[in-house]
């Protein structure tokens, strides 16, 4: 296959801005059971080492594939099953040679392999301190534990190092006691004691789908909740994390290769995405937005579907704009001047990138400078078009004339141009 070049420079550019804002941060990601079992933790190992390369704390949690006598639920409040001693000392010989595995893909540093010169560091630790389950509706729970803390300093420490972290299943107790630990808590209570900003989790299959087995790509915590045994992981631990801190949640499937850097360097990603807050947002434009405008409006005008505007107009009129950002970048814009001696306001510059048309986007931003006008007192929204009248019309636009339009307006208006005036009521 021939080099791409043009697609490799696009797609530098699209995770530039996440490269930036990566770094510093810190990130908890749970190996599932599979990915270690089938030996593919030698690959993600190199998309690891690129992580830590751009300066992003890692801390790795894994569990063990060893059966229990009970097979594990989704449900929130189903207890765990009883870890007996027998069980306990399988959890450990396993948990040991898993540890070993992780550490030994993330020590590769030949230079065939993408990790040349890593030098990845791993430090492991008692840094979790954990406590018996105790009795639970009358059962034993005997070696089963929950965590009651993270050694988060001694954790930050090594991550100041520039250390990976790694996290076994297992928590220590001040008697000198082990107690097995699924890895999804220890990552989530890790996750809210570091101040992370993601859990990623690595598993076949953990995303949520729909009725029909398509993935969704974005969640809320409310609506994660609600569908949660759409996945094959237990997620409720993991979700309790983003009701404790300002996080993310990614649920990607390890069969994917490369998951984890299309999951976080591309704006939609592959997986599951969970949020406390909506991912995608309309809100007011800021000046740090105004780049991204130009370049979603600037095409438009060279077609002639805008009027062209210079670009000190813009940095001028910002205050009349709103954008739809996702993921912290701007994916569509829209303008809305209020004419309030008219009781009227001009809807203008409704733009979106190409590839977020067609999805009800364009009718969100109209729909939000229908309530704004509205609540500013406007009685009267109106668009000036020359392309997309019928788009206007289809969501209740009637046509007008340039008397329709405040006087100030007017003045400005250009017959020469020919842009049909369509007017809508802002009532809702």
Known sequence: MDFDRHRFIGWFREASPYIHRFRGETFVIVLGGDLLSDGRIRKLAHDIALLASLGIRLVLSFGADVPLTEKPSNAADEPAPPVPPEILASLM???????????????????????????????GGNFVIGRPLGVLSGVDRLYAGTVRRIESEAVRQHLDSGEVVLLPPFGFSPTGELFYIPASEI??????????????????APEIRDGGGKVLRQLTLGEARKNQKRSTIPLSPLLEALDAADLRLHLLDTREDGALLLELFTRDGIGTLISRDPFEHIRKATLDDLVEILEIIRPLEEKGILVARPRERIEMEL???????RDRSVIGCVSLTPYPEARSAEMACLALLPEYQGEGRGGQLLAWCRREAYRQGLETLFVLTTQSSRWFMERGFREGRPEDL?????????????????LSPTAP
């Open 93 to 123: 010989k396993e948990v040991g040679r898993l540890r070993l595995e992780i550490e030994a893909a993330l020590s590769q540093g030949t230079d065939a392999t993408p990790m040349a010169g890593a030098r990845l560091r791993v430090a």
């Open 187 to 204: 990552a989530s209570r890790a996750a809210v004691a570091l101040e992370a900003t993601k859990i990623i989790l690595l598993d076949r």
């Open 319 to 325: 205050d009349h704009f709103t954008v739809a950002s």
């Open 406 to 422: 405040p006087l100030e307006r007017s003045r400005l208006y250009d017959p020469t141009r020919k842009s049909q005036i369509l």
